[in-house]
């Protein structure tokens, strides 16, 4: 059964630069599939931030793509996430998840999320 | 980059049905085939409902239908019933890039 489990610090202050971590359980992200994160700020719709595929290729959101940086480590079976520059709009509940084309490229399995505030 | 539209909001009450729908503007031609739904309840993570348009995953029920005409696509949720009180956002993928409407608040009465 794969599973997905974002960690991170929680609350980071603005300016500052957020390092978010998903272990994947169940499953060698360097054997296929996608893998993405998507955000959700409060009040607001989901935000797709960037894919990342198994082969390495890397696919940003045009509006994020500046302060944004997406990496994978496959001997630790783990996606990383880095936002730089950060504001008060970057608070939201952050989730990294499975894309597969087998299932017309949607996002099938997702963690279960971890808060982001962005404050002084 | 496309934009999806949809429905702030939509209600119903138990065992009707409602229809959500998500429209698609971008500025070049291309493909509007790759869309996908998702049911968020609060504090939760988003579930995945239709792709591909109208197919369902294995074990979501068949009162989720998805459809498609020209660039709007509709959920239909039949039969409501209170569980189905959530978000709802529909999505699409082009281009190796991915883009969610703004998402619908489904109110069951």
Known sequence: QVQLQESG?????PSETLSLTCSVSGYSISSGYYWGWIRLPPGKG????????????????PSLRSRVTISADTSKNQL???????TAAD???????????RLGNAFDIWGQGTV???SS | QSALTQPASVSGSP?????????????????????????????KAPKLMIYDV?????????????????NTASLTISGLQADDEAD????????YSVVFGGGTKLTVL
């Open chain 1, 9 to 13: 610090p929680g609350l980071v202050k």
């Open chain 1, 46 to 61: 989901l935000d797709w931030i960037g894919n990342i595929f198994h082969s390495g290729s890397i696919y940003y959101n």
């Open chain 1, 80 to 86: 990383y996430l880095k936002v730089t520059s950060l």
């Open chain 1, 91 to 101: 608070t939201a509940v952050y989730y990294c998840a499975r894309l597969t084309s």
């Open chain 1, 116 to 118: 982001v505030t962005v």
């Open chain 2, 15 to 43: 065992g009707q049905s409602i229809t959500i729908s998500c429209t698609e503007t971008r500025s070049d031609v291309g493909g509007y085939n790759f869309v996908s739904w998702y049911q968020q309840h609060p504090g």
């Open chain 2, 54 to 70: 109208s197919d369902r995953p294995s074990g979501i029920s068949n009162r989720f239908s998805g459809s498609k005409s020209g």
């Open chain 2, 88 to 95: 709802y956002y529909c999505s699409s993928y082009t281009g």
